[in-house]
């Protein structure tokens, strides 16, 4: 199984990129292969322009098409998920994410906007042809603690350690359910 995970932050260091890695991590101990797109590390002409022929965004959607699942994560600006994170998914080909296991995972502020999963990614991930979104995890900044200078995330609540637990979990489950129907 290979898995990818698209970093939707136009920041760096950002906490969702800081999560990624620690998801990547956590899959790998399982033995599952990891790859990583950083949408803000993606040609911006490209991005704001259109390009899809360009070939950062051309290597960007070999990857997607390679992948058996998806990792999204995103911080919440104006209650919805990143421009960059949009200009990326508007260029992606159609039905990209078509029979991959796609696990949504928002940061924001506060609880006020822990419904950005399902109003504002949840549609266009569908649009995109995905057709196995897992409920997802929001969590509040707060919950984690991270240093610029190291890999991945310190769960500064053990709830929110127990929710990305519980996600992977059940991102690995359904990656064996889908592969063992594709092998029958």
């Not at 939707?8 to 620690?22: F, K, N, Q, V, Y």
Request: proline content about 3%.
């Amino acid at each position: 199984m290979h898995i990818l995970t698209i970093g939707g932050s136009p920041s760096h260091p950002s906490r969702s990129a800081a999560l990624l890695d620690t998801c990547r991590a956590k899959l790998q101990l399982h033995g599952l292969t990891t790859d990583n797109i950083t949408v803000r590390d993606l040609n911006a002409e490209e991005l704001i322009q259109g390009r899809f022929d360009g070939s950062s965004l051309k290597a960007a959607f070999a990857q997607v098409a390679a992948a058996d699942g998806i990792i999204i994560a995103t911080p919440v600006y104006k209650a919805a998920y990143t421009g960059v994170l949009k200009a990326f998914f508007d260029l992606m080909p159609a039905n990209v994410l078509g029979g991959k296991v796609i696990l949504p995972i928002a940061l924001g502020g506060s609880l006020a906007h822990s419904l950005v999963i399902e109003y504002a990614l949840r549609p266009v991930l569908t649009a995109m042809g995905a057709n196995h979104i897992l409920q997802g995890v929001y969590l509040i900044d707060k919950q984690l603690a991270y240093s610029a200078d190291s890999a991945g995330v310190e769960f500064a609540s053990q709830e929110a350690e127990e929710q990305i637990k519980m996600a992977l979990e059940e991102f690995q489950a359904q990656l064996k359910q889908i592969a063992g129907h594709s092998q029958q």
